[in-house]
Nanobody, 114 residues
């Protein structure tokens, strides 16, 4: 069965960096675009970043552009979200999902606070 498992979340100070990882299984990973979403308490879910199946195309929300980088390793079925210059408003649960929106991970908490 399809599984997406996120890891790498945690507590980080403002201005710090963190890298999230999503391990995929149960499908032909290299055939699917992938996305990272986030949801903060009391707010709607936000699309953060998208990467094409080959990794050749990426897109970012304006709120994270130039600070976050999405990448993938098709040999290892992994998707990454490198986050730098983190701000308190980046605090949220971050989810990995197939770009089709049909499968989601369980999420990993990122908290940016001093």
């Amino acid at each position: 069965q399809v599984q997406l498992v996120e890891s790498g979340g945690g507590l980080v100070q403002p201005g710090g960096s963190l890298t999230l990882l999503c391990a995929a299984s149960g499908f032909t990973f290299r055939n699917y675009g992938m996305r990272w979403y986030r949801q903060a308490p009391g707010k709607e879910r936000e699309l953060v970043a998208t990467i094409s199946s080959t990794g050749g195309q990426t897109n970012y929300a304006d709120s994270v552009k130039d600070r976050f980088t999405i990448s993938r390793d098709n040999a290892k079925n992994l998707v990454f979200l490198q986050m730098k210059s983190l701000k308190p408003e980046d605090t949220a649960v971050y989810y990995c999902a197939r770009a089709l929106g049909d499968y989601w991970g369980q999420g990993t908490q990122v908290t940016v606070s001093s």
